[in-house]
């Protein structure tokens, strides 16, 4: 297998000794081998050091904050110490497929790529599959400002094209969608993978698992809003009444769109 460079995978963990090893035997069961694993443990009261300490590879990192600074803060701990070509990012609860790296790599080095994405299943607590999710083919950053396409499981950033883009820090912000603003900026645009590359360029590609639950963020629409609002108000420093208007905008999308 054609090896693209490294892949830098960042996976924060806050408690969650429950989830964290099948994230873990998902990545070590990617086909393709040119890894990097930084788990960064945020001040979790749980079995989650433990947990990641029972893998032995000697790809998988573990750091430990000693502050609790939440999930963008944990996340720029483990891309500031990142050293691959490729940033991935992977929770504590979700999975990945795996073809999920190779296809993805390939994909992006064919395509002279700098931001890419794909489809994953959304499942439930126990990891049944519910629904399949597929973004658009391709993403702009006017399309992200109103409507998130980009799930932070399918995100891969080529850091030979864009650098190292930090996440705002704050517990109560929208930090993956901020940071696929800021890399927009630089590249115009995020691309859908394909299922396999060089043979079906339009057929997208389910890579991942989504592990959802009633108490997520993203399943709690009413916080959802107001992160929204805070986002555009705090992170891109937006007037009140154009932070109001897209945030109706993303209601819209929401509710009426397909993606």
Not at 100 to 117: G, I, N, P
Not at 176 to 199: I, Q, R
Not at 225 to 235: H, S, V
């Amino acid at each position: 297998m054609t090896d693209y460079g490294k892949v830098s995978i960042i996976a924060p963990c806050h408690n969650g000794a429950k989830t964290i090893g099948e994230a873990i035997e998902s990545v070590l069961g990617q086909s393709y081998a040119n890894w990097e694993m930084i788990i960064v443990d945020d001040c979790s009261a749980d079995d989650s050091v433990s947990a990641v300490k029972a893998f032995a590879d000697p790809r998988i990192r573990l750091l430990q904050n000693e502050t609790n600074p939440g999930p963008g803060g944990t996340r720029n701990v483990g891309i500031r110490a990142a050293s691959g070509r490729f940033l991935a990012f992977l929770d504590a609860d979700d999975a990945w497929l795996p073809e999920k790296l190779a296809v993805q790599t390939e994909f992006m080095t064919t395509r002279d790529c700098a931001f890419s994405c794909h489809g994953y299943y959304v499942c439930d607590e126990a990891m049944n599959v519910i629904s399949e999710y597929m973004p658009p083919a391709r993403v702009t950053y006017a399309d992200v400002l109103t409507n998130n396409t980009i799930g932070c499981l399918s995100a891969m950033i080529d850091t030979e094209k864009v650098g190292k883009v930090c996440m705002p820090e704050g517990k109560y912000t929208r930090e993956d969608m901020v940071t696929w603003l800021k890399v927009l900026k630089k590249c115009s645009e995020c691309l859908g993978a394909p299922e396999k590359c060089g043979e079906c360029l339009s057929v997208g590609a389910v890579l991942a698992k989504y592990r959802t639950g009633a108490a997520s963020v993203s399943s709690n629409k009413a916080k959802l809003l107001k992160y929204q609002y805070r986002m555009y108000r705090d992170d891109l420093d937006l007037s009140v009444p154009r932070s109001l208007w897209l945030t109706l905008q993303s209601v819209w999308n929401k509710l009426f769109r397909k993606y």
